[in-house]
């Protein structure tokens, strides 16, 4: 396969940008009302026009809720069991590197098959692992090792589902709303974000961490149902390089095209920069604050809340050339925040700075996400969205690690606050190279 070298002949993501940017004013101004609140609530929720979005919408509302019940009440085990700060970064490592290691095969399988038929299969996948870590805890057997190697059975299907959803988001809605429709993805999982934890926090106290595993499992057969629900264009599956050439040839692209590449650089310093945050978190709400799981449930409750309200209102943008300056701005904001929330002595104005937080560090991975999806052709997007996940989630387990160590060091706070100069440092950095983002050239 010829691979294409961006950056030598002329300016093609420029032009994409500007073309994408007219067909959205395009279809923001065509048949819609031309001022008042309709106007503004059909821009903002565009993409639910598709029948096979709102499909994929119906069945993502109810399995994230369960999927950040069973994020909340693992980590608030593996903190009960264990008290441990290294402990909460290994289980989050376990989760995490098989993202990293295997996110290249997960972005191959992406682009050789039926990314429709590899999203129901990983999700059928990720029901049996809820069930699998549901019984061991009610049946009271469970251990810390189940809890890391179940974490690492998710992690690997993961690495599989994420390029896959992610590609196939732009087929369930359209590319002139496809800045709309990962925005609205975005934002009903940190609607779950807000259910999620409040619900687990409640259920945990009551019951045990168990019931939130299980019905974590249940609610996976709502999108399930929905996936096979969708009526999508059967995959052909075109002559193909070998695996092995097929794999290189998208990293090359990617690497070669240096508006992706920079993006990609930005959003891996600044996954290492919120971990310690989110690992963390348990050790703030227990021991820092005394405030215990339904705690914990309210700081990821409020940092859903802004993260909701973000990606809304990004939602509501109709030009893609704008996100840099979102991009930019987001990540510092973010990082102040990390810096602000770990200086905090109270647990209420911890619980005002997490919206802060949340809303900035969505938006930034939207406009990410969106950028790097309008810069490329389809027959590399699972291969680059593969990257895109190594580094937003793949990259996590050495922060996580790196978390734990330096908190049994240096202590919570100044692990967090560490972690918010260093997105504050990315966000200068990245901002110094940000014109070449619109300007790049690219040949094909």
Request: net charge positive; proline share 5%; glycine share 10%.
């Amino acid at each position: 396969m010829a691979v294409p070298t961006p950056g030598k002949h002329n300016n093609e993501p420029s032009l994409i940008l500007q073309e994408l940017s007219t067909q959205a004013d395009l279809s923001s101004s065509a048949g819609l009302p031309p001022e008042g609140i309709r106007h503004s609530l059909r821009l903002t929720f565009r993409a639910l026009r598709h029948r096979n979005f709102r499909l994929f919408v119906a069945g993502q509302i109810v399995s994230l809720i369960g999927t950040w019940m069973q994020n909340v009440a693992q980590s608030w085990l593996v903190y009960r069991m264990t008290h441990s700060e290294l402990l909460l970064g290994t289980a989050w490592f376990c989760t995490q590197i098989p993202v990293f290691a295997l996110g290249p095969l997960g972005g191959l399988a992406a682009d050789r098959f039926s990314r429709h038929k590899l999203v129901i299969l990983t999700q059928t996948l990720s029901m049996l692992q809820a069930f699998a870590l549901a019984a061991l805890t009610l049946s009271g057997k469970v251990q810390v090792w189940h809890i890391l190697a179940l974490a690492a059975v998710l992690g690997t299907i993961n690495a599989f589902d994420m390029p896959g959803r992610q590609s196939l988001i732009v087929h369930m809605a359209s590319k002139e709303d496809l800045l709309n429709a990962i925005s609205l993805n975005s934002a009903i999982f940190n609607s779950a974000r807000v259910v999620g934890p409040g619900i687990a926090g409640v259920l945990v106290a009551l019951v045990g961490e168990g019931s939130c595993f299980l019905l974590n499992g249940i609610s996976f057969l709502a999108v399930i149902g929905c996936l096979l629900a969708m009526r999508l264009p059967k995959f052909r599956r075109e002559r193909q390089d070998s695996p092995w050439g097929h794999l290189v040839a998208g990293f090359r692209y990617a690497y070669h095209h240096v508006p992706v590449r920079r993006i990609l650089m930005m959003m891996a310093a600044v996954t290492i920069a919120g971990m310690p945050a989110v690992v963390l978190m348990p050790f703030f709400a227990g021991e820092i604050f005394q405030r215990g799981s339904q705690g914990l449930g309210y700081l990821l409750g409020a940092m859903g809340v802004g993260a909701v309200v973000g990606t809304l209102v990004l939602a509501g943008r109709t030009r893609v050339e704008e996100l840099t300056h979102v991009l930019v701005l987001s990540a510092a904001t973010a990082g102040a925040g990390f810096v602000a929330f770990a200086l905090s002595p109270y647990f209420a104005l911890s619980l005002a700075i997490m919206p802060v937080i949340g809303y900035n560090v969505m938006r930034q991975m939207c406009s990410a996400n969106t950028l790097i999806q309008s810069l490329i052709p389809d027959e590399y997007r699972g291969r680059t969205m593969a990257l895109y996940s190594m580094t937003v989630v793949g990259l996590g387990p050495f922060g996580s690690l790196a978390a734990g160590a330096l908190a049994r060091v240096w202590g919570a706070r100044a692990t967090v606050m560490l972690g918010g100069a260093l997105a504050i440092a990315a966000s200068v950095i990245f901002r110094m190279k940000a014109p070449a983002i619109a300007s790049q050239p690219e040949t094909h």
